[in-house]
């Protein structure tokens, strides 16, 4: 099992940018592949960064990807998620999750999930 908490949402303006984490606990962090997801009002919920285990392979949507950093930080069991040049698009519900896999863009390959932090960008 992993538990995990999001954190770093909230209101930004068009242009700004935020931070997210996500603290993990249970199952060895080190060991398995983590995703960011988010979730739109009437939309499905969609890929937005992945890293594998040690860090060393990133995968983003092409959404974000150039503003968008993942990361994750193995010693202290936490996952991060830097975004820049936010727009009113980017404005959703942030989800970390965990997948046994070594990372996927596939919300069916992750099979923890965190509760989710609200991100709202205003224009």
């Known amino acids: 099992q992993v538990q995990l908490v999001e954190s770093g949402g909230g209101l930004v303006q068009t242009g700004g940018s935020l931070r997210l984490s996500c603290a993990a606990s249970?199952?060895?962090?080190?060991?398995?592949?983590m995703g960011w997801f988010r979730q739109a009002p009437g939309k499905e919920r969609e890929f937005v960064a992945a890293?594998?285990?040690?860090?060393?392979?990133?995968r983003y949507a092409d959404s974000v990807k150039g503003r968008g950093t993942i990361s994750r930080d193995n010693a202290k069991s936490t996952l991060s998620l830097q975004m820049t040049s936010l727009t009113p698009e980017d404005t959703a519900v942030y989800y970390c999750?965990?997948?046994?896999?070594?990372?996927?863009?596939?919300?069916?390959?992750?099979?923890?999930w965190g509760q989710g932090t609200q991100v709202t960008v205003s224009s």
């Open positions: 999750a965990a997948t046994r896999r070594s990372y996927s863009s596939r919300k069916e390959d992750y099979s923890y």
């Open positions: 890293i594998s285990w040690s860090g060393g392979s990133v």
């Open positions: 249970g199952r060895t962090f080190s060991s398995v592949g």
